[in-house]
C-alpha cells in the first residue's frame, strides 16, 4: 500500500507457439501407446492367478456376503470388526452382540436370494480399460467443473483478489465441452461394463419380487439409478454447466471492449443461479457416475466427498498453470500476494478434504453397519490397502505439514511440489473410488493407467492452453482487476 | 523484534502527529533512510507494511503455535489412549480397546491441539508485548487510541540528526502536529489530573473530551 500502487495493467498475451503445441500432442500419442500396450498386457495376464491376492474382496464376492444367511453374515461382519477395529479375539467374545446389530441388516437384504447376482458377468480386461477411462475422464472433468464453481464463486462473493487468475480459471473451465463430451461418451458405452446396475434393471429379476434375484437396495434407488438418468439427466446438466460456461467467457471477453459494470452484473447474476443449480447438479452427477459402481452402498457425505477432490486438485491445477506461466515470463504482475493467497487455498481445501474423509470414515466406522462398512472392506482388507494409506498421506498429511509454513505458500518450488503431491494423491483416491467396485481384485496399477492418464493429460492441457492464447491473459475493464493488482493483506 | 518495554515512564519523546496512514509509512522510511533511531509507532489500526518499515523482522509466534498445537496432539492422545486403553476400558459398539481404535481419538485429538493453540496464542502474544493484567496504559496522546497516528522519537537515544532536524522532516512528511518533548500519561490518573495533562498535551489542538 501507498508505496507503488499499480494504476495500469500491462496487458499480455500467451503465445500457443508449435513447440509447446508439441508437448501436450506428444503427451497424448506416447500415452494412447502405453495405453493400448497396457491393455494387450492385461489381457495376455488376465487369466493368470494372482499370487498375492488372499482375502481381497471384490465389489461380487462383497455382494455375495450381503446376500448370504445370517450365519454368514456374523462371519463377514468378525471380519470387519477385524478391519477396523483390530482384535479378531475380540470380535468372537461379541459375536452375540454382533448378532444383534447385523439382524439390523436382514431389514435391507432378505436372505433368500443367496445366489442373486451369480449372473454378474466376471470383471474383464475390458472393465479395467473401461474403469480407466471413466477415471480419467471423471477426474480430469473435475477440473473444469471446479474452475468454473471458482469463477462464479469470485463473483456471487464480490472477491478480488483473484481477477489476475480468471483467465487462468476460464482457460481451465474450457476443457468443459471437450471433458463433458469425453466423460458422456464413455459412460454411455461403457455403462453395461461400468456398472452392475444396468445390468440389473435389463435383467428379468428387476421388478419382480417373486425372483430369486429381485435386490430391494437396488429396486429402492430405481428412481435414480435408471437409463434415463444416463440418457437424459446427464447430458441435460452438462449442457446447463456449458451453457453457463459460455454466457460467462463471452461476457468476460466481452468486458474488455466495454468499460462498464454491465458485464460484471450479468456475470455475477449468471454465477449465483449456477452456483444453486450446481450444488444439487453436482450432488446427483457424483451419485449417479461413482457411487452407483458400488450401488448397494449408502454414505450421505459422498458427493460432498467428490466436491472436495474436485476444488483442492482445481486450485492445484490451476496452482500449476499460473507457475508454469511465470516460468515462461508471463504474468509478472500476479504479486506474490495473490499466489500465497491461491496456497492459502489449497492448503485449507486440503484440510476440508481430510475432514469430509474423516466425517465418512468415523459415521461409518462407528456404527459398523454391514452394508456400510462393505466399501471400506473392499478397499482396506485388500490389495488396496497401501494406496488406501497413500491417499491419505498424499491428499492430506503431507500438503498440511508442508503449505503451513508461510515461506511454503511464497515458494515457486514447494507449491509445484505441494500440487503435484495433491494431485497424483487425488488421482489415487479416484482409482480407490472406482476400480474396487469394478474391477475388483484384478485391479493393478501398470501401464494402461500410466497411459491413459497421460492421454488424458495431454487432450487437457492442450484445450487449456488453447484457450489460455485465445485471450488476453488479464480481464482488461474488470472492476476488480486494480485490486487484485494491488492485492496485499500485510503479512 | 526489538526488544523495548511499552512501559514509557520518565522519558521524554519526539512526537509526530499523521492523520494518514501512508504518510506515517513513507515519514518512517524517511527517517529511517536517514539512520533516524524510531522508538515506535502508535496507531489505532494495523498499518500495513509499517512493521517492515520499522525494520521488525517477522514474529515467531506461529512456531510457538505450532509448538503448542503439536503439545496439545500428545496431550489429546494421552488423555484419549490412558482413558480408554491404559486406566478404564470399556466396549463401546463391539470394538476392541488397544491401538486399533485410533479413529475415536481423532475427535479428542483435534479439538485439544486447537484448544491448545488458541490458548496458548493468546498467552504467548499477551507475555511477548508484555500486556500483564494490572499495567499502566501509557499514552502519549488521547487520540492515538482514536484516529491519530503517532511517531514515536526517544530523546535520550542518540541519533545521527538533531532533534530540530528531525522535527522539520516530520512536517515536511506531512505530520499534522509535532513537539519535542511529549512525557506519557496513563489513564489510571484521576479525572482532574488526567483533564489537565490532556489539556496540556494538546495545546493547540481540537477540544477534546
Known amino acids: 500500500m501507498g508505496h507503488h500502487t499499480i494504476t495500469e495493467v500491462r496487458q499480455e498475451k500467451f503465445d500457443f507457439s508449435g513447440r509447446i503445441k508439441l508437448?501436450?500432442?506428444?503427451?497424448?500419442?506416447?500415452?494412447?501407446?502405453?495405453?493400448?500396450?497396457?491393455?494387450?498386457?492385461?489381457?495376455?495376464?488376465?487369466?493368470?492367478?494372482?499370487?498375492?491376492?488372499?482375502?481381497?474382496?471384490?465389489?461380487?464376492?462383497?455382494?455375495?456376503?450381503?446376500?448370504?444367511?445370517?450365519?454368514?453374515?456374523?462371519?463377514?461382519?468378525?471380519?470387519?470388526?477385524?478391519?477396523?477395529?483390530?482384535?479378531?479375539?475380540?470380535?468372537?467374545?461379541?459375536?452375540?452382540?454382533?448378532?444383534?446389530?447385523?439382524?439390523?441388516?436382514?431389514?435391507?437384504?432378505?436372505?433368500?436370494?443367496?445366489?442373486?447376482?451369480?449372473?454378474?458377468?466376471?470383471?474383464?480386461?475390458?472393465?479395467?480399460v473401461w474403469a480407466n477411462l471413466l477415471l480419467n475422464s471423471y477426474y480430469f472433468w473435475l477440473f473444469a467443473v471446479s474452475a468454473l464453481f471458482f469463477i462464479a464463486v469470485n463473483y456471487v462473493a464480490n472477491a478480488g483478489w483473484a481477477v489476475m487468475l480468471k483467465r487462468i480459471?476460464?482457460?481451465?473451465?474450457?476443457?468443459?465441452?471437450?471433458g463433458s463430451i469425453l466423460l458422456f461418451t464413455i459412460l454411455f458405452l461403457g455403462r453395461d461394463t461400468l456398472y452392475h446396475w444396468v445390468n440389473y434393471f435389463d435383467g428379468s429379476a428387476a421388478g419382480n419380487p417373486q425372483d430369486p434375484g429381485y435386490d430391494t437396495i437396488l429396486e429402492s434407488k430405481h428412481w435414480l439409478l435408471n437409463n434415463s438418468s444416463i440418457f437424459f439427466f446427464i447430458p441435460f446438466v452438462l449442457i446447463i454447466w456449458y451453457l453457463v460456461r459460455t454466457k460467462l467467457r463471452r461476457n468476460s471477453i466481452a468486458e474488455d471492449e466495454t468499460p462498464g459494470l454491465d458485464m460484471f452484473k450479468n456475470s455475477t447474476r449468471w454465477s449465483a443461479g449456477f452456483i444453486f443449480f450446481f450444488a444439487f447438479s453436482f450432488s446427483a452427477l457424483s451419485w449417479l457416475i461413482i457411487m452407483s459402481l458400488d450401488a448397494h452402498w449408502y454414505s450421505t457425505m459422498f458427493s460432498v466427498y467428490n466436491f472436495a477432490i474436485s476444488f483442492v486438485s482445481g486450485l492445484s491445477v490451476m496452482m500449476l498453470i499460473l507457475q508454469y506461466l511465470k516460468s515462461k515470463g508471463y504474468m509478472e504482475m500476479v504479486s506474490d500476494e495473490v499466489v500465497h493467497d491461491l496456497g492459502k487455498f489449497m492448503f485449507a481445501f486440503c484440510v476440508f478434504w481430510g475432514y469430509i474423509f474423516l466425517g465418512q470414515w468415523l459415521l461409518i466406522w462407528y456404527t459398523n453397519l454391514p452394508e456400510e462398512t462393505v466399501y471400506f472392506q473392499a478397499r482396506l482388507n485388500s490389495h488396496f490397502k497401501p494406496?488406501?494409506?497413500?491417499?491419505?498421506?498424499?491428499?492430506?498429511?503431507?500438503?498440511?505439514?508442508?503449505?503451513?509454513?508461510?515461506?511454503?505458500?511464497?515458494?515457486?518450488?514447494?507449491?509445484?511440489?505441494?500440487?503435484?503431491?495433491?494431485?497424483?494423491?487425488?488421482?489415487?483416491?479416484?482409482?480407490?473410488?472406482?476400480?474396487?467396485?469394478?474391477?475388483?481384485?484384478?485391479?493393478?496399477?501398470?501401464?494402461?493407467?500410466?497411459?491413459?492418464?497421460?492421454?488424458?493429460?495431454?487432450?487437457?492441457?492442450?484445450?487449456?492452453?488453447?484457450?489460455?492464447?485465445?485471450?488476453?491473459?488479464?480481464?482488461?475493464?474488470?472492476?476488480?482487476l486494480l485490486e487484485s493488482a494491488n492485492h496485499d493483506v500485510g503479512v | 523484534m526489538v526488544d523495548k518495554s511499552i512501559l514509557l515512564d520518565n522519558k521524554k519523546f519526539t512526537v509526530g502527529t499523521f492523520t494518514d496512514s501512508?504518510?506515517?509509512?513513507?515519514?518512517?522510511?524517511?527517517?529511517?533512510?536517514?539512520?533516524?533511531?524510531?522508538?515506535?509507532?502508535?496507531?489505532?489500526?494495523?498499518?500495513?507494511?509499517?512493521?517492515?518499515?520499522?525494520?521488525?523482522?517477522?514474529?515467531?509466534?506461529?512456531?510457538?503455535?505450532?509448538?503448542?498445537?503439536?503439545?496439545?496432539?500428545?496431550?489429546?492422545?494421552?488423555?484419549?489412549?490412558?482413558?480408554?486403553?491404559?486406566?478404564?476400558?470399556?466396549?463401546?459398539?463391539?470394538?476392541?480397546?488397544?491401538?486399533?481404535?485410533?479413529?475415536?481419538?481423532?475427535?479428542?485429538?483435534?479439538?485439544?491441539?486447537?484448544?491448545?493453540?488458541?490458548?496458548?496464542?493468546?498467552?504467548?502474544?499477551?507475555?511477548?508485548?508484555?500486556?500483564?493484567?494490572?499495567?499502566?496504559?501509557?499514552?502519549?496522546?488521547?487520540?492515538?487510541?482514536?484516529?491519530?497516528?503517532?511517531?514515536?522519537?526517544?530523546?535520550?537515544?542518540?541519533?545521527?540528526?538533531?532533534?530540530?532536524?528531525?522535527?522539520?522532516?516530520?512536517?515536511?512528511?506531512?505530520?499534522?502536529?509535532?513537539?519535542?518533548?511529549?512525557?506519557?500519561?496513563?489513564?489510571?490518573?484521576?479525572?482532574?489530573?488526567?483533564?489537565?495533562?490532556?489539556?496540556?498535551?494538546?495545546?493547540?489542538?481540537?477540544?477534546?473530551?
Not at chain 1, 492367478?49 to 462371519?75: C, G, K, L
Not at chain 1, 515461506?407 to 488421482?427: D, M, N, Q
Not at chain 1, 487449456?464 to 492464447?469: E, I
Request: proline share 3%; glycine share 6%.
Open chain 2, 22 to 209: 501512508d504518510k506515517l509509512l513513507h515519514a518512517v522510511e524517511t527517517l529511517r533512510k536517514k539512520e533516524v533511531k524510531i522508538f515506535d509507532c502508535y496507531t489505532p489500526f494495523p498499518v500495513h507494511h509499517l512493521d517492515h518499515a520499522l525494520g521488525y523482522t517477522r514474529t515467531n509466534l506461529t512456531i510457538g503455535a505450532f509448538l503448542c498445537g503439536m503439545l496439545g496432539t500428545l496431550s489429546g492422545f494421552t488423555l484419549a489412549y490412558s482413558m480408554n486403553v491404559v486406566d478404564w476400558p470399556m466396549i463401546i459398539g463391539g470394538k476392541p480397546q488397544d491401538i486399533n481404535v485410533f479413529t475415536s481419538f481423532i475427535p479428542v485429538i483435534f479439538e485439544l491441539t486447537i484448544l491448545f493453540t488458541a490458548f496458548g496464542m493468546v498467552i504467548m502474544f499477551f507475555a511477548r508485548n508484555r500486556m500483564i493484567h494490572g499495567i499502566k496504559e501509557d499514552l502519549l496522546d488521547r487520540r492515538q487510541t482514536d484516529d491519530h497516528l503517532l511517531l514515536a522519537i526517544d530523546n535520550s537515544e542518540e541519533q545521527s540528526l538533531s532533534n530540530d532536524e528531525i522535527q522539520s522532516i516530520l512536517i515536511n512528511e506531512g505530520a499534522v502536529k509535532v513537539k519535542g518533548n511529549v512525557e506519557s500519561f496513563n489513564t489510571s490518573l484521576t479525572t482532574e489530573e488526567d483533564l489537565e495533562i490532556v489539556i496540556g498535551n494538546n495545546e493547540g489542538a481540537a477540544v477534546i473530551n
Open chain 1, 387 to 480: 494406496l488406501f494409506f497413500i491417499n491419505l498421506f498424499m491428499c492430506f498429511l503431507i500438503p498440511f505439514l508442508t503449505l503451513m509454513m508461510r515461506g511454503a505458500k511464497r515458494s515457486p518450488k514447494v507449491l509445484l511440489a505441494a500440487a503435484l503431491t495433491i494431485l497424483v494423491g487425488h488421482w489415487v483416491d479416484m482409482y480407490l473410488l472406482i476400480m474396487p467396485g469394478t474391477v475388483g481384485n484384478k485391479a493393478d496399477l501398470g501401464l494402461l493407467e500410466i497411459g491413459t492418464t497421460m492421454a488424458f493429460a495431454g487432450i487437457f492441457i492442450y484445450t487449456v492452453l488453447h484457450s489460455l492464447s485465445k485471450a488476453n491473459l488479464y480481464p482488461l475493464n474488470h472492476p476488480y
Open chain 1, 169 to 178: 480459471m476460464e482457460a481451465q473451465s474450457s476443457y468443459l465441452l471437450v
Open chain 1, 23 to 128: 508437448i501436450p500432442i506428444l503427451l497424448f500419442v506416447v500415452g494412447a501407446i502405453l495405453a493400448g500396450v497396457g491393455a494387450m498386457q492385461a489381457k495376455k495376464s488376465w487369466d493368470a492367478p494372482r499370487a498375492e491376492v488372499t482375502n481381497a474382496v471384490n465389489d461380487h464376492s462383497a455382494e455375495a456376503n450381503n446376500h448370504e444367511t445370517q450365519e454368514a453374515h456374523t462371519d463377514h461382519h468378525q471380519t470387519l470388526t477385524d478391519t477396523h477395529g483390530g482384535s479378531a479375539v475380540l470380535s468372537d467374545a461379541h459375536a452375540e452382540e454382533n448378532h444383534a446389530e447385523v439382524a439390523h441388516t436382514e431389514t435391507h437384504v432378505s436372505s433368500e436370494h443367496a445366489e442373486a447376482h451369480g449372473n454378474h458377468h466376471e470383471a474383464t480386461y475390458m472393465t479395467r
